[in-house]
């Protein structure tokens, strides 16, 4: 899959009122689970938090589609294994740009406050695209 080798993930969440919001991220993982984090109070966290559907897609920085869209259950990880299993695989992937986001979240109290967000994607097949 595309997604492995991508740089960013481009997040589809959902609001309320079904209008979807994206937001590229960092993320780590292969075949069907992915993780990414985000600070605690984020609207995707808020958003995940209502309801875990989701679709993803491989994105550059700036959330310019590369790839095709998978449909993903998304659900906040609480379990402290997971959690540092999921920090394991994004400092592998993003190396020392990793550490010094880290090191400015831990300087500034923000890394105690991050919600690690867990991706399960539903299906191998690609999600309609419904244009956003």
Known sequence: MTMDRAKYLNLATYRRNGQE???????????????????GEAGKVKRIRANGRARVVSCDARGGITGEWF?????????????????????????????????GSRLTGRYAKRQVIALELEARQPAVEDGG
């Open 21 to 39: 919001v994206r937001t590229p991220v960092w993320f780590a993982g292969s075949g069907a689970r992915y993780y990414l984090f985000s600070a």
């Open 71 to 103: 449909d993903a259950a998304a659900r906040l990880v609480d379990d402290e294994t997971e959690i540092q299993q999921a920090y394991r695989a994004l400092r592998r992937k993003y190396g020392w740009q990793m550490y010094l986001t880290d090191l």
